[in-house]
C-alpha cells in the first residue's frame, strides 16, 4: 500500500506519477534481478543478513502481483475489506466510506 497526501495528489499529481513510476521500476528490478536487488539491499543496511535477504526477495518477488494483473493494482473489493477489517477492530472510530481513498490515477 502506498499512501500520499490528497492535498499533494489534487496540487502537484506530477510529482506523484513520478514516485509511482520509480516505485514501478524499482519493484520490476527487484523481481527481475533478485540475487543483485537483495545485494543491494545488503549494501545499504550492512546489519541485515545476506541470505535472509536472498530468501525473503525470492519470495516476495512472485508476491508483486500475485492476486493481481499487473503491479500497483489492487481489487477495489479487497481494499474496501481492508477498511471493514480497521473500522471492525476499533482502530478507526469513524467507519470509513466505501472506495474511500483509492485511485487507479497513477497507474500505468
Known sequence: MIIANNDLIKNDPDTVQAFMDATRKGSEYCVEHRDDAAKILVDEVPELDLELVRASQEYLADQHTADADAWGR???????????????????????????????????
Open 74 to 108: 489492487i481489487d477495489p473489493d479487497r481494499w474496501d475489506a481492508f477498511y471493514a477489517l480497521i473500522s471492525e477492530n476499533g482502530i478507526s472510530e469513524e467507519q470509513i466510506p466505501v472506495g474511500a481513498g483509492l485511485t487507479m490515477q497513477f497507474q500505468k
